[in-house]
């Protein structure tokens, strides 16, 4: 791997002596600023041979770097390892910007140029850049090559997966109701139309969804919305009869892919609206018409779920649940007996959820970390890194699926065996976070910065923290990652309103030992209106036992205690119906009230 790396970097660079160029930067997304993206657009992973979901890698004609978050340090540096690339570690002391090391790198070159792929950088990153490198003594930026369409010659095509029609049934609102609700906020900001660019918003306003992205049920296209017409950009060998003339009833026209672009140029209303931070650099100023530069409506729109979406979460979760217990209950045994490793309880798991009604994958690539994997916050195991399990110590296991009526994320972090103090600690302190987010109260509209920091009391107080987000809104049969509303300690000005999904996972790494996170997604609801204001809640939506074997008791407040009690027995009485007598057996067991 690292020998085929140095050669890709090695042609790269004979490209850009080509093209009079001094350095390229390659992002982590596509077009359509995904978060997970086509197999197509995996340029960086492709370069550098770092494959986590976040990174940036830039070369030059002597040197090469990649940027990436504290979620992957670890493992980025020992993929990085024999590639000639030097890890960059994000908002770490000492750590250069992009802009500032390419001033650095490009210091002596005579009129300096780096080069980006308009296509799949936002408009906004590559203003920033420009401004950057400007800043930087005159580095000018060019926008117009794709060097992978010339290099990457067995480079996989843009996916031709048919799109399905989501039904009304898990939907609960038409394609035309969604567009009039779009362009009405169109309307309030002045806004001709929008330019859609984001996959999971594109599936969610016309209720279809694809397999284009792996884990995600999206398709690859744009959608233009007039202020009277609206037309649906993709491979027209994607449609159905059924879809196209389910298109043509709902008012949405299909042209091709690749003429968005065209479109965009022709467009013909007097503004439009386009996100820079969502559109990429060369849609962005395709059109000629005045631009409305601000962010979607759809997003909002889209984190507040329907009555029917939220229903189907609850049965999601109920299925899901199932499948949880039967793997709780095979683990612990099958470990004992010996034979299982990471990747092996992750296929058990994937199998029984395979085994429920409305599955149609996983929402994401399961975490299974043992012991010291469990401290690398995306680790995720393959065959060279794959470790048989002992009964000891802690799996931390991050998973979730896909269901037509719901999608789930769900940590749970097992003892296998005995455990450390140090663990048995980490754990409760972990746990009490987790539930004290649970049982806030707050006003409506606060935001999930406000929020966040009750999740991390009882850490920070013993001199621990976590570097990633506490919660995240999670798709209706779409995106496990979904916004804008977030629960982090970065600030996100996004208010939380009833109808939107969170996740709650804290979690602590002690790197090189172990790691804690334990998750469950979240239903916001009314609480109570007062003479304050409207006040909301959480209602937990994942119906799984949390491992006691592992808890300080000592370290629980009574309120806390009460919580866990009370969810277990609420999990009990969902799950029991759908359990055969072994099953139900060992959930009794695993749910029995805990008293000190």
Excluded at 244 to 257: C, F, P, T
Excluded at 290 to 303: E, G, H, L, Q, Y
Excluded at 414 to 442: D, N, S
């Amino acid at each position: 791997m690292n020998t085929t790396i140095r050669q890709r970097v090695k042609d790269l660079r004979a490209l850009m002596a080509r093209e009079g160029l001094d350095a390229f930067v390659f992002p982590s997304t596509d077009p359509h600023n995904g978060e997970y993206i086509p197999e197509h657009w995996e340029g960086r992973k492709w370069i550098s041979g770092f494959n986590g979901s976040a990174g940036i890698a830039v070369v030059t004609m002597n040197e090469a770097a990649l940027w990436t978050d504290s979620r992957y340090f670890i493992a980025a540096a020992r993929q990085l390892e024999g590639t000639g690339f030097e890890l960059m570690k994000e908002r770490v002391e000492g750590t250069p910007s992009i802009t500032k090391w390419l001033g650095m790198k490009l210091a002596t070159a005579d009129k300096p140029v780096v080069g980006v792929d308009g296509m799949v950088n936002s408009a906004a990153s590559v203003q920033e850049l420009t401004e950057g490198l400007r800043a930087e003594g005159g580095i000018n930026v060019r926008t117009n090559l794709d060097p992978l369409a010339q290099l990457w010659t067995d480079r996989p095509p843009i996916p031709l997966d048919v799109v399905s029609i989501q039904p009304m049934e898990y939907a609960g609102e038409s394609c035309a109701s969604k567009l009039a609700r779009i362009r009405k906020c169109l309307t309030q900001i002045h806004a001709c139309g929008m330019l859609v660019t984001a996959l999971d918003d594109i599936a969610w306003t016309l209720n279809l969804r694809g397999s284009d992205v792996h884990c995600n049920p999206v398709f690859v296209s744009y959608l233009l919305i007039g202020q009277e017409k609206a037309t649906l950009f993709v491979d027209p060998r994607k449609l159905t009869d059924e879809v196209k003339g389910y298109l043509k009833r709902e008012g949405v026209r299909v042209a091709a892919y690749e003429d968005v672009s065209k479109a965009l140029a022709a467009y013909g209303e007097y503004n439009i609206l386009m996100d820079g931070n969502a559109t990429n650099h060369t849609l962005f100023h395709a059109v000629r018409c005045n631009r409305v530069d601000a962010a979607s409506p759809i997003p909002a729109m889209k984190a507040v779920k329907n009555d029917v979406e939220a229903e189907g979460f609850r049965r999601a979760m109920l299925r899901d649940g199932v499948a949880m217990v039967k793997f709780l209950k095979w683990l612990k045994p099958a470990v004992e007996a010996g034979g299982e490793t990471e990747l092996s309880v992750d296929a058990k798991l994937t199998a029984l959820r395979a085994e429920q009604p409305l599955f149609k994958g996983v929402s994401f690539d399961t975490i299974a970390g043992y012991g010291p994997h469990g401290a690398i916050v995306h680790y995720e195991a393959t065959p060279e890194t794959d470790v048989p399990l002992k009964a000891e110590g802690l799996l931390l296991l991050d998973s979730g699926a896909q269901y037509l009526d719901g999608t789930t994320d769900i940590t749970r972090t097992i003892a296998l065996g005995p455990v450390t103090e140090e663990e048995r600690r980490i754990y409760t302190l972990v746990l009490k976070g987790h539930i004290q987010l649970q049982l806030l109260k707050f006003p409506k509209g606060a935001s999930g910065t406000q929020l966040d920091a009750v999740a991390r009391k009882d850490l920070w107080k013993a001199g621990l923290n976590y570097m990633h987000g506490t919660g995240h809104g999670v798709g209706a049969y779409l995106n496990v990652h979904e916004g804008p509303h977030q629960i982090r300690m970065e600030y996100r000005p996004a208010p939380m309103l009833a109808g939107m999904t969170v996740t709650d996972e804290p979690g602590i790494y002690v790197e090189g030992k172990f790691g804690v996170r334990i998750e469950n997604t979240l239903l916001t609801v009314p609480y109570r209106q007062t003479a304050f204001g409207e006040f909301l809640q959480f209602e937990t939506l994942t119906l799984c036992p949390i491992d006691t074997t592992a808890i300080d008791l000592q370290l629980l407040l009574d309120e806390e205690l009460e919580w866990l009690n009370d969810y277990h027995r609420m999990v009990y009485e969902r799950l029991s119906p759908c359990l055969d007598a072994e099953e139900l057996a060992w959930l009794q067991e695993a749910t029995k009230p805990l008293v000190r």
